[in-house]
Structures are given as structure tokens and as C-alpha cells.
T-cell receptor
Framework: DAKTTQPPSMDCAEGRAANLPCNHS???????VYWYRQIHSQGPQYIIH?????ETNEMASLIITEDRKSSTLILPHATLRDTAVYYC??????WGAGSYQLTFGKGTKLSVIP | EAGVVQSPRYKIIEKKQPVAFWCNPISGHNTLYWYRQNLGQGPELLIR????????DSQLPKDRFSAERLKGVDSTLKIQPAELGDSAVYLCASGDTLRSGNTIYFGEGSWLTVV
């Protein structure tokens, strides 16, 4: 699986947009970008995933660069409850070998500040 | 729809004692995972089941760890005997290619402290 690089920590003011970057320069053409987050004392929570196009759901937006070597997770209006560790994961497509697991790095610890 | 359910939530045991964790995946999910998460690290896969078959257990320390998934639904992860280094969070997860696009969903985890 392609390796991802994320900053170890970030701060964001409450109510502002949180933009979490992820580098995945060795990503293959058919690998997806997944984002999970883990709030303290809880299991990882799925946020969003994408292949090439930008994606949006009720939790966040995912912006993937045209060359697919990096992406940004955007929380449009961060709240205190968004304080968590955010994991960016590159994953083979569902039909590919190794697609049935997630390989986690250390993620980015996002602190939302009042 | 109920999520992945794990128990116990917290467990403290003395070293050399046995411990077991139970997981009930999301209804209909055929794939079940056990992950271990050490403090400050991301989760690491221990074992993956497709229905009742363990299809990837390469990271499971087989000398003291065992797992089963009878009838392809619930699963149990056992450690016997436990060592101090086994203190970690044990996460169960489930997924299904057809219904959820192979998105994997996690339970709350079972926190183990070995003293």
C-alpha cells in the first residue's frame, strides 16, 4: 500500500474550517484515499473516501489534487467535538489484493480551540 | 442500524492470566477484523475473517493469541497467558463489499491493562 505523510498535530479555532493535509506521492492509479478519525477513548470512525474527484458528505469534504499525490480533508465549521486524531489511508480498490484491510499511520492530532 | 459491538469495554488482569474479548459485527457484514492499538500508535491488523474462515492471520501472535468466528457472525479473541506488553486497545471491525462499498466500521474497542 502507498505510504501517507501527515503533520503530527494541528490547531483550529472553533467555528473555522479545519484543513487537514495528506501526502501520498506513491499512490497508484486505482488506489483510493480514505479518511478516518478517532476521538479519545473511541474506535476509529469512517469519514469519507475518494478516488479522483472531490467528494462531500455530511461530515466533511475531500479535495484530491489532479495528480493525486496529495489530498486535503476539510471540516467546514470545526467544533470542539471534532478534536480527534485524523488518519489518511491509501487503500487498494475493492477488487484488488490487500483491499480488505486498512493500514494506519500515526495520523494528525487536531485540536479545536474555543 | 446497530454498529459493531464489543465487550468488555475495559479489563484489568494480572500477567499470566487469560482474557477474552467478544465482538458482534454489523448485521450482514461478512468480513470481520481484529486490530490492536498501542498507546500513541495507529491500529494494526491482527486477523481478518471472511465469514467463518480466517483468511489473514499473519500478524496474530499464535503462541498466545487465538481467535474464532463460529457460524460466521460473532467472534472471540483470546490471549493466554497475557503478558505486560499485551496492554493495548483491541478493536473489532466489520465490512461488506456489496452493501457498504467495502467501507470498514469499527467498534468502541476493548481496553486491556495487564499488571
Amino acid at each position: 500500500d502507498a505510504k501517507t505523510t501527515q503533520p503530527p498535530s494541528m490547531d483550529c479555532a472553533e467555528g473555522r474550517a479545519a484543513n487537514l493535509p495528506c501526502n501520498h506521492s506513491t499512490i497508484s492509479g486505482n488506489e483510493y484515499v480514505y479518511w478516518y478519525r478517532q476521538i479519545h477513548s473511541q474506535g476509529p470512525q469512517y469519514i469519507i473516501h475518494g478516488l479522483k474527484n472531490n467528494e462531500t458528505n455530511e461530515m466533511a469534504s475531500l479535495i484530491i489534487t489532479e495528480d493525486r499525490k496529495s489530498s486535503t480533508l476539510i471540516l467546514p465549521h470545526a467544533t470542539l467535538r471534532d478534536t480527534a486524531v485524523y488518519y489518511c489511508i491509501v487503500r487498494p480498490p475493492p477488487w484488488g489484493a490487500g483491499s480488505y484491510q486498512l493500514t494506519f499511520g500515526k495520523g494528525t492530532k487536531l485540536s479545536v480551540i474555543p | 442500524e446497530a454498529g459493531v459491538v464489543q465487550s468488555p469495554r475495559y479489563k484489568i488482569i494480572e500477567k499470566k492470566q487469560p482474557v477474552a474479548f467478544w465482538c458482534n459485527p454489523i448485521s450482514g457484514h461478512n468480513t470481520l477484523y481484529w486490530y490492536r492499538q498501542n498507546l500513541g500508535q495507529g491500529p494494526e491488523l491482527l486477523i481478518r475473517y471472511e465469514n467463518e474462515e480466517a483468511v489473514d492471520d499473519s500478524q496474530l501472535p499464535k503462541d498466545r493469541f487465538s481467535a474464532e468466528r463460529l457460524k460466521g457472525v460473532d467472534s472471540t479473541l483470546k490471549i493466554q497467558p497475557a503478558e505486560l506488553g499485551d496492554s493495548a486497545v483491541y478493536l473489532c471491525a466489520s465490512g461488506d463489499t456489496l452493501r457498504s462499498g467495502n467501507t470498514i466500521y469499527f467498534g468502541e474497542g476493548s481496553w486491556l491493562t495487564v499488571v
